[in-house]
């Protein structure tokens, strides 16, 4: 029975996303409705079957695919989208991405204990960051009304403050789970997994950049970039913030902490994974206040999501803070010279 509790997870999520397929889709997705509605179907019926050992282990399989199936549709009738209240691709999607964690689990036969680590330490790991956002933007209102109204000031103080926030939380959560913070003298790899991180993620930057252009997808900027477009002077400081205070910050807490956390539930590669999916719902708030779309917004925390995956992976291969904070603020650093150099 005990192995059969992520098959029952499975049905729940799964029938979640099926149902999701029968409220309010865009009018231009129906196809794409009835295709995730199919695909819902088979991933409720596989995994059922498997939780009553009805079909053999290779279902576990099907199940995950037709998972797969179910977030792609929901995915692409969400990037149609132009309001948050045609609610089905939203319920849809969110329960297809906890599907696919499930599927995973299944696959590898992970017995109820095991998932229910997964479960809490996923969970509290998204609440750790929720918290450390809510922190953050707490701090920073204080901060900012201290201050002179100047944009320049008014930004620089906002962002230094909301990344010791997240350092802040990032350390005390650190101690309370008995862990350490993983700075020590650089090493010759540490400077060679820096590099190779900084030219992985300009690579993926380029690539996922090329596929916004080539499918016409939709997309949003960064909360501080649309504030630049107007008064381009508040990028200067944030070149250098991003080395000082916002890439330390944020990989304090991202990795160190988080990423750290979930290798006791997960294997290294699945905590990378899961890591970067709370890092980049951790930008929500930066990228949906902007007015965007439904489908701006999750174009644009797909391709966080991406450079999560790169940082994940550096510090993955180092155990350190070095390399991530270095690819980290190198390439916000760029970011922030490149729209500088746009809006002047």
Known sequence: MKRQYAHS???VLAGIGLIGTFLSWPAPTDFTAQATRVFGAIAVLAFTVRRHGLAPPWVDTAAT????????????AVIELQTATVLGPIVSLLAGFSALGVGGAVITELNQSAVKIRERRALLALAVSALA????????????????????????VSTAVASIAYAIVGVVFIKSTNSSIDVSTVTRRDLI???????????????MAAAVAVFSLPQTSHSLIEAAKTTPEILLPLIVLSFVVVAPGEELLARNALQKYLYGAYSRRSAVITASFVFAASHILAYGGTGATPGAIL?????????????????????????????????NAVQFAIAYLTFT
């Open 299 to 331: 174009v644009t925390l797909a391709r966080v999501f991406g450079v999560a995956l790169v940082l994940g992976a550096t510090y993955e291969q180092t155990d350190d803070l070095f390399a991530p904070v270095v690819v980290h603020g190198t390439y």
């Open 65 to 76: 695919a037709a998972t797969a199936g179910l977030t792609i549709g929901a995915a692409a």
């Open 9 to 11: 997870v499975g049905v």
């Open 193 to 207: 997994v820096a590099a190779a991180g900084i030219l992985a993620i300009f690579t993926l930057h380029v690539l």
């Open 133 to 156: 956002l809510l922190i953050g933007g707490l701090l920073n209102s204080i901060a900012v009304s201290l201050v002179p109204s100047t944009p320049i000031v008014r930004v620089s």
